[in-house]
């Protein structure tokens, strides 16, 4: 049966969390590219074949993001990963691509603290 997919692409962004423990971090992803296919691969076929519109969108995502590097944000106070001056500091960006049964969606809904 086919399943309707999307290959979503997320802006993945490490943040500092606090210093509780030695320091914590947290990861916030905002999706930049989310398309849509509808895949007809067996469901105990691993990947997507060439035939499936999934395995082309995910050749597109690639490209979309070769040109990107990742790393530590020049905008980052003090430029030290273990001395991160201030909550929810970004620190370190990155590209995810990533095949879900739902349009991309950002995450986590609400700032993770310590407990």
């Not at 060439?50 to 990742?70: M, N, S, Y």
């Amino acid at each position: 049966m086919p399943q309707q997919l999307w290959v979503n692409i997320y802006d993945v962004v490490q943040c500092y969390g606090g210093p509780e423990e030695g320091g914590w971090y947290y990861d916030t992803g905002t999706p930049e590219w989310s398309v849509t296919g509808l895949c007809h691969c067996p469901e105990d076929e691993v990947g997507h074949t060439d035939h499936c519109p999934i395995h082309h969108l995910l050749t597109e995502a690639e490209a979309w993001v070769a040109g990107f590097k990742p790393g530590y944000l020049e905008a980052f106070i003090n430029g030290d990963p273990d001395e991160a001056e201030h909550q929810g500091e970004a620190i370190y960006r990155d590209r995810f691509i990533t095949v879900e049964t739902h349009r991309g969606r950002a995450y986590p809904e609400h700032r993770p603290h310590y407990e």
